[in-house]
């Protein structure tokens, strides 16, 4: 199947439709018991296999790219200065023992208001930044106990019941490490300790990197040109070890799979030239088609949003017409779409 339409898109043709009933609410009683669409890029063909057969898609000498971040308890809820709740989602950390957050209601909560907590643990804004963030300081504990007293689960606005129990082990990949994101990684869900073996059986390799993920993820593209869309810079790192594994494989011809978009634009924002080049910093890349990848030769992914950013990557890869007709089998057959859904492998 051939890539018909004629470039630029436009962010309507990114557009699906997807009954509610599809948006998982839960994730599958077992991490690998989801299923997972295979989407041949080349010939467009589609077949229909579990998650645990992931290994099976693999050659000897591949490599997987898995992205360590974990998920921060970020999201708490305080009371204003009058008694009513006020939501906050810590980003990032700022300057000077600050931290970056989404709060609500944003209109409320200007420069100079507090959150309270308990007696004597509040926040203060100090600042407005722009892009819908505030600057707050800490007063009474440190982040790291605000986090643990008053902190969730960021699940994502989509999931429509509060946190539970089970979604902090859940909604956290068994190879997380370093904090730092405020959604999951969400391809990474997917993965067990048996599945992580039988990748080792077939022959292929790891190769960690790091992208800590923020709101922006989920923020919608609300231009009908892409291009004019502003992406929300996220934090990577990628070390020399890993790199050094990366190069090998393309070296010797070998597929490097992404898990995930976050792997995916890690991969080719240090790859623009062909070759991975370690480091760590800011990236604002924006994959959408047509696009040049130079790192990439298979991405594992869940179902994204439609006209996100996220399906946009997946179409710039996998192709439009190829993703898009992926998709509408998927609703057709009853896949779970989003974060606990169902997964998709593209190559």
Not at 130 to 140: E, P
Not at 203 to 211: E, P, R, S, Y
């Amino acid at each position: 199947m051939t890539d018909l339409q004629i470039v630029p898109y436009s962010t309507s043709d990114f557009n699906y439709t997807l009954p509610p009933e599809l948006i998982a609410q839960h994730p599958a009683p077992s991490r690998d018991a989801s299923d997972m669409l295979v989407l041949q890029r080349e010939t467009g063909d589609v077949s229909h296999r579990s998650v645990r057969d992931f290994a099976d898609l693999l050659n000897h000498g591949d490599v997987v790219v898995r992205n360590t971040s974990r998920v921060l308890k970020a999201r708490m809820f305080g009371a204003r200065e009058n008694g009513r709740e006020a939501e906050v989602l810590l980003v990032h950390p700022g300057s000077n023992n600050t931290w970056l957050a989404m709060v609500h209601p944003g209109g409320k909560l200007k420069k100079g208001r507090k959150i309270f907590f308990e007696e004597g643990i509040e926040l203060s804004i100090v600042d407005v930044v722009g892009g819908g963030l505030r600057k707050l300081a800490l007063k009474g504990t440190d982040w790291s106990d605000l986090m643990d007293r008053f902190g969730q689960v960021p699940l994502p606005p989509y999931i429509e019941r509060k946190p539970e129990e089970d979604d902090l082990e859940r909604y956290q990949t068994i190879f997380a490490k370093e904090e730092g994101s405020v959604a999951a990684p969400t391809a990474g869900l997917h993965f067990t300790d048996s599945l992580l073996k039988d990748i080792e059986d077939r022959g292929a390799v790891f190769a960690d990197i790091l992208l800590h993920v923020g709101p922006g993820t989920f923020k919608p593209v609300q231009t009908e040109d892409p291009a004019q869309h502003v992406m929300h810079a996220e934090w990577y790192r990628i070390s020399k070890e890993s790199a050094d594994v990366v190069n090998s494989a393309l070296e010797a011809g070998k597929r490097i799979w992404a898990i995930g978009t976050t792997a995916t634009r890690v991969l080719e924002t240090v790859g623009k030239t062909g070759t991975v080049i370690p480091g760590e910093g800011w990236t604002d890349l924006f994959i959408s088609p047509p696009f040049d990848f130079r790192i990439v030769g298979g991405i594992f992914t869940n179902f994204h949003l439609p006209s996100s950013t996220l399906l946009m990557l997946v179409c710039a890869f996998g192709g439009w017409e190829n993703v898009m007709g992926a998709y509408n089998t998927a609703v057709e057959r009853g896949y779970r779409f989003y974060s606990y859904g169902d997964a998709m492998a593209v190559f």
